[in-house]
T-cell receptor, first 113, second 115 residues
C-alpha cells in the first residue's frame, strides 16, 4: 500500500534559520502530494500541495517540489519565524489511497527567538 | 467562513462508559473522515464516508467503535464501552475528493480522556 516517511523530529531552529523537512513516499501511479500544518490545540490545515511531477507548491514562504525520480516532496523555508512552530505532516492522495489522505508521522518544529 | 465543527471539544469519562463524538462537515462536501491522533501512533484513519455511504472502516476496532452518517450534516463516532487506550484526539475532516486530488478541512478535534 501507499506510505509516507518524514524525517524524524523534533526540529529546533533559531529565528531566521533555513528549514528543510524531508518527505519521501511510496505509491503506485501518480499521487498528489500535500503538506499540512497543525498549530498547538488546532486541527490540521493545508499548507501547500502539488498534483504532478515537477510542480512546486508554495504558501507563506514555504515551498516543496514534487520529485518523481526521487519520490520526494521536501518542505523548505528560507527564514523561519517563531510563529512557524507547529507540527508538519506530509501526505499523499491517489495511487491506492483512493479518495483519502495517507499521512506521514509528523515532524515537530520549534523556533526560538 | 465555512468550517468543520466537532463536539465535544473535551471529554473525560470513566472506563466502560459510552462516548459519542459528533461532526458537522462543511456544506457541500461529499466525503467525511474520522482520524485519531496519539503521540505513539500519529494520525490513524478510522473510517470514512462518501455521499454518506461508508467506504472504509478497516482502521476501527469493530467490537467497540461505530461510525455513522445519519444525514449530510452529521457524522458520529461512538465508542462503547470505552477503554483507557482510547484516550486520544479524534479529528473529523471533510472534503470534495477525487482519485488524485482534494484538500481536506479538519475540525479542531475532540480530546478524549478515558480514566
Amino acid at each position: 500500500g501507499d506510505s509516507v516517511t518524514q524525517m524524524e523530529g523534533p526540529v529546533t531552529l533559531s529565528e531566521e534559520a533555513f528549514l528543510t523537512i524531508n518527505c519521501t513516499y511510496t505509491a503506485t501511479g501518480y499521487p498528489s502530494l500535500f503538506w499540512y500544518v497543525q498549530y498547538p490545540g488546532e486541527g490540521l490545515q493545508l499548507l501547500l500541495k502539488a498534483t504532478k511531477a515537477d510542480d512546486k507548491g508554495s504558501n507563506k514562504g514555504f515551498e516543496a517540489t514534487y520529485r518523481k525520480e526521487t519520490t520526494s516532496f521536501h518542505l523548505e523555508k528560507g527564514s523561519v519565524q517563531v510563529s512557524d512552530s507547529a507540527v508538519y505532516f506530509c501526505a499523499l492522495s491517489g495511487g491506492t489511497s483512493y479518495g483519502k489522505l495517507t499521512f506521514g508521522q509528523g515532524t515537530i518544529l520549534t523556533v526560538h527567538p | 467562513d465555512a468550517r468543520v465543527t466537532q463536539t465535544p471539544r473535551h471529554k473525560v469519562t470513566e472506563m466502560g462508559q459510552e462516548v459519542t463524538m459528533r461532526c458537522q462537515p462543511i456544506l457541500g462536501h461529499n466525503t467525511v473522515f474520522w482520524y485519531r491522533q496519539t503521540m505513539m501512533q500519529g494520525l490513524e484513519l478510522l473510517a470514512y464516508f462518501r455521499n454518506r455511504a461508508p467506504l472504509d472502516d478497516s482502521g476501527m476496532p469493530k467490537d467497540r467503535f461505530s461510525a455513522e452518517m445519519p444525514d449530510a450534516t452529521l457524522a458520529t463516532l461512538k465508542i462503547q464501552p470505552s477503554e483507557p487506550r482510547d484516550s486520544a484526539v479524534y479529528f473529523c475532516a471533510s472534503g470534495l475528493v477525487s482519485a488524485s486530488t482534494g484538500e481536506l478541512f479538519f475540525g479542531e478535534g475532540s480530546r478524549l480522556t478515558v480514566l
